[in-house]
T-cell receptor
Framework: DSGVTQTPKHLITATGQRVTLRCSPR?????VYWYQQSLDQGLQFLIQ???????AKGNILERFSAQQFPDLHSELNLSSLELGDSALYFC??????????????FGEGSWLTVV | DAKTTQPPSMDCAEGRAANLPCNHS???????VYWYRQIHSQGPQYIIH???NNETNEMASLIITEDRKSSTLILPHATLRDTAVYYC??????????????FGKGTLLTVNP
């Protein structure tokens, strides 16, 4: 158990809909990261927040957005869903905001299936 | 940007040491090398990281060459539960003072009985 909690574990929704994935970081961790893993793309970095502020952005679509709240939990919002958005979405957390010897720990992911 | 190159797959006999190589020839002087593994769609699991010196923990050892252009992850006594995709990662500059950890395709290690 990494200490990173993600909900829901599984989600099935229809195209055009909107969903919210939630992440609770490890106790004491200020950074939250979101990754997407689909069968043909591997693990893709989406976005990072540190103490409520966006720190780094990856291949995140405009239909997707994220935020980190004052209690440090984070939500990833996916809207106008398409079949290709079906994937495993991982949240990770770390104490610091960079990667200079900083370890990040991953949750078990949220399986999203768009039908 | 530093990138890594790993063999797509490797086999190892149970109980033997598994040596997983990684090339990171463009790594800069202050970049750490990280190793993670992923067991069939579970969350990636942190294994070890290092900068210049060799590192060891309860899971594995990391050997980094003196020129830092390559490294080897060693699982000293592989078990069937070590079958997984192993990722060697260095951070990638994403603008300003921001970086990200970018995962490649990794090495699928299969431990055989």
């Amino acid at each position: 158990d990494s200490g990173v909690t993600q909900t829901p574990k599984h989600l099935i929704t229809a195209t055009g809909q909107r969903v919210t994935l939630r992440c609770s970081p490890r106790s004491g961790d200020l950074s939250v990261y979101w990754y997407q893993q689909s069968l043909d793309q591997g693990l893709q970095f989406l976005i990072q927040y540190y103490n409520g502020e966006e720190r780094a952005k990856g291949n995140i679509l405009e239909r997707f957005s994220a935020q980190q709240f004052p209690d440090l939990h984070s939500e990833l919002n996916l809207s106008s869903l398409e079949l290709g958005d079906s994937a495993l979405y991982f949240c990770a957390s770390s104490v610091a905001r960079g990667f200079s010897g900083n370890t990040i720990y991953f949750g078990e992911g949220s399986w999203l299936t768009v039908v | 940007d530093a990138k890594t190159t790993q063999p797509p797959s490797m086999d190892c006999a149970e109980g033997r040491a598994a040596n997983l190589p990684c090339n990171h020839s463009t790594i800069s002087g202050n970049e750490y090398v990280y190793w993670y593994r992923q067991i069939h769609s579970q969350g990636p699991q942190y294994i070890i990281h290092g900068l210049k010196n060799n590192e060891t923990n309860e899971m594995a050892s990391l050997i980094i060459t003196e020129d830092r252009k390559s490294s080897t992850l060693i699982l000293p006594h592989a078990t069937l539960r070590d079958t997984a995709v192993y990722y060697c990662i260095v951070r990638v500059h994403s603008g300003g003072s921001n970086y990200k950890l970018t995962f490649g395709k990794g090495t699928l290690l299969t431990v055989n009985p």
